[in-house]
């Protein structure tokens, strides 16, 4: 009896694609940018001498939790979303928050009282020169994250020459400048979740891709 498909009896015909997948991910950047703009802010207040170092570690709950474990999924989401420069982001600067906890917690005490500043300085240039660099992909996205990046890294700068010179006054400059990136990273998370919400522009981001 002849085979209802002569093709896959002549064995040339390829198996049905599979049906297309339903799976969605919402967008992830709104909480990788809430965290990252929360934590932010709060350090800030400190840096900007707007209150007692003595409160600073009312920042380590957030700097491990939102700006930290919450980023770094926001990162990972990301990946699922095959967008290499913001898994990068957000995964990199929730490690930086968690990092920077473990920092001010277990190693910073433990240093030299006379050198302390060196290894903060280096910890800051680090970070400083990578986030530098990332001004380059963030030049395809959206003037909002563009925005952001260049802010921080300005931030970074000033808090790394800050800490190599001892210098309290450049420090506060610093501590400024991480109050407009937290407010420009806020404007760019509440944009990203309105505009998914909504399903239009609500706030625009100025894409730059």
């Not at 490690?95 to 005490?109: C, D, K, T």
């Amino acid at each position: 009896m002849a085979s209802a498909n002569p093709k896959t009896a002549a064995g040339d015909a390829r198996p049905p694609a599979p049906p297309a997948s339903t799976e969605t991910i919402a967008d992830p950047g709104a909480l990788g940018l809430a965290g990252f703009a929360m934590t932010t802010f709060v350090l800030s207040a400190f840096n900007a001498g707007l209150l007692s170092d003595t409160l600073e570690t009312v920042v380590l709950p957030l700097a491990l939790f939102y700006g930290g474990i919450a980023q770094l999924l926001a990162g990972m989401w990301e990946f699922r979303r095959a967008n290499t420069f913001a898994a990068t982001a957000f995964s990199s600067y929730g490690a930086f928050w968690l990092g920077f906890a473990y920092y001010i917690s277990h190693v910073a005490p433990k240093l030299p009282a006379a050198h302390a500043y060196q290894a903060t300085g280096l910890f800051l240039l680090a970070w400083a020169i990578f986030t530098t660099y990332m001004i380059i992909p963030a030049l395809r996205t959206s003037g909002a994250v563009l925005a952001v990046i260049v802010l921080l890294a300005i931030t970074y700068i000033l808090l790394t020459i800050g800490a190599f010179a001892q210098s309290t006054g450049i420090d506060k400059v610093g501590g400024w400048v991480g109050f407009v990136t937290a407010v420009v990273a806020w404007y760019a998370s509440c944009a990203s979740a309105a505009n998914s919400t909504w399903k239009r522009t609500v706030l625009p981001v100025f894409p730059l891709g």
